[in-house]
Nanobody, 120 residues
């Protein structure tokens, strides 16, 4: 069982940057892929990105490619999502979750979420 805690959500202006953090706890974390999905009001859940903790392989949804970067620090059991060139349509609650870089619609356990609002 993996427990995930997100942080870093905030209000930011369009074009700005934000970094989300996800700290994981549990056994055998090196066997997991961990990433992010988001849910905006009135919209379905959308996968954002996923990273394999063992080797750093990544996946990005087309809507964030070139703007978002996922990384991990295995010594801190932490996954980061660096978000640059933010757009109003990135506004959503972002959830850290166990995922799969090979099955991009799959999300298992997730945290409580952190709000990201992009607005002037």
């Amino acid at each position: 069982q993996v427990h995930l805690v997100e942080s870093g959500g905030a209000l930011v202006q369009p074009g700005g940057s934000l970094r989300l953090s996800c700290t994981a706890s549990g056994n055998n974390l090196e066997n997991y892929d961990i990433g992010w999905f988001r849910r905006a009001p009135g919209k379905e859940r959308e996968g954002v990105s996923c990273i394999r903790l063992s080797d750093g392989r990544t996946y990005y949804e087309d809507s964030v490619k070139g703007r978002f970067t996922i990384s991990r620090d295995n010594s801190k059991n932490t996954v980061y999502l660096q978000m640059d060139s933010l757009k109003p349509e990135d506004t959503a609650v972002y959830y850290c979750a166990t995922c799969s870089i090979l099955a991009t619609k799959y999300f298992g356990t997730w945290g409580q979420g952190t709000q990201v609002t992009v607005s002037s």
